[in-house]
Nanobody
Framework: QVQLVESGGGLVQAGGSLRLSCAASGRSFSRYSMGWYRQAPGKQRELVASINRGGSTNYADSVKGRFTVSRDNAKNTVDLQMNSLKPDDTAVYYC?????????WGQGTQVTVSS
């Protein structure tokens, strides 16, 4: 069982920055692929960024060049640095851990970008 706790959401003006962090329980964090997803009202949950256990990253086209995902295996954390935020980035952001197809989710953190 893995518990994921997100933090760092909030209200920011367009053009601003936020840094989200996800803390994971357990001793096998380095084996997980980690991801950040988001869900806006009335929309499906979508992948924002992911980082596998080797450190390779993947980003949604809409956030490339603005968001950066990173992980610290010593601290069991994965962060999402979000720059140049836009109102369209407003959503609940969820942390996700994947171990060979077994998936866990955090409770989500709200990010609101005002215009």
């Amino acid at each position: 069982q893995v518990q994921l706790v997100e933090s760092g959401g909030g209200l920011v003006q367009a053009g601003g920055s936020l840094r989200l962090s996800c803390a994971a329980s357990g001793r096998s964090f380095s084996r997980y692929s980690m991801g950040w997803y988001r869900q806006a009202p009335g929309k499906q949950r979508e992948l924002v960024a992911s980082i596998n256990r080797g450190g390779s990253t993947n980003y949604a086209d809409s956030v490339k060049g603005r968001f950066t995902v990173s992980r610290d295996n010593a601290k069991n954390t994965v962060d999402l640095q979000m720059n140049s935020l836009k109102p369209d980035d407003t959503a609940v952001y969820y942390c996700n851990a994947d171990l060979g197809g077994v998936i866990w989710w955090g409770q989500g953190t709200q990010v609101t970008v005002s215009s």
